[in-house]
């Protein structure tokens, strides 16, 4: 397993749903690739695994018909990472309560249209399902759990909650489940702590130079 196969596996999982937490697999993004962790498309099924969208036997099918259909995996490795930022900036945008652009949501929506035509209610013990229609896990089943699990968001009453890291340079997404609603960083032991101090070094240098003192 490659270095950035291993990070996937521990790659942490804060969004609160599986549309935010896939957002957050890269950051950085005023300089895209330094922060990259789907840079193929085994990245994009090990994730997928990780975060509980893939159970075992759909990666080692979508891993076998990868390696059958490398082009045609490449291929569907560049649609993920376009529906990505999609995804991104469609949530970012929720939440700075700005409008969202519509080439993003078009881009959504036609991913969202090609999971329905996949997927399908199935008789279950003690009702129904829905499960998805091919024997053989298709390479596009990431991108289709990833739009309904998008879509499933922005049409519910969750959508007030999502936010975005206060963090400097962070733009990581993610589900405020907070009782007053007031959380500001994805992760208080990363950005959080960062933030706090910066706050605090700023403070002890603002109390240096008013008191005519020089720093250490």
């Known amino acids: 397993m490659s270095d950035a196969k291993r990070y996937i596996a521990r790659l942490m999982r804060i969004g609160g749903a599986v549309c935010l937490d896939y957002a957050n697999t890269t950051g950085w993004r005023p300089q895209p690739g330094d922060e990259e962790f789907l840079r193929d498309y085994e990245d994009l099924v090990a994730w997928a695994e990780h975060a509980g969208a893939l159970n075992e036997k759909e990666r080692r ?9 490398p082009r045609r995996a490449e291929a569907v ?12 900036r469609i949530f970012s945008a929720a939440a700075a309560r700005r409008a969202p652009d519509p080439g993003d949501v078009d881009l959504l929506n036609k991913a969202v249209v090609d999971a329905h035509r996949h997927h399908c209610l199935a008789p279950v ?3 129904f399902a829905w499960e998805w229609r091919d024997a053989e896990a298709p390479l596009e089943l990431p991108l289709w759990k990833v739009a309904r699990s998008a879509a499933d968001l922005l049409v519910s009453s969750e959508l007030e909650r999502v ?28 950005c959080g702590n960062r933030a706090k101090a910066q706050r605090n070094y700023a403070r002890r240098r603002g109390a240096v130079q008013t008191g005519g003192g020089r720093e250490a």
Do not use: P, T
């Open 61 to 69: 099918s979508l891993l076998r018909a990868a390696e059958a259909e």
């Open 77 to 88: 490795h560049r649609r993920a990472i376009a529906l990505r930022e999609a995804i991104y």
């Open 125 to 127: 013990v003690g009702g």
């Open 163 to 190: 936010r975005e890291c206060a963090g400097e340079k962070c733009d990581w997404l993610f589900l405020d489940a907070s009782r007053n609603q007031s959380r500001r960083w994805c992760d208080m032991a990363a």
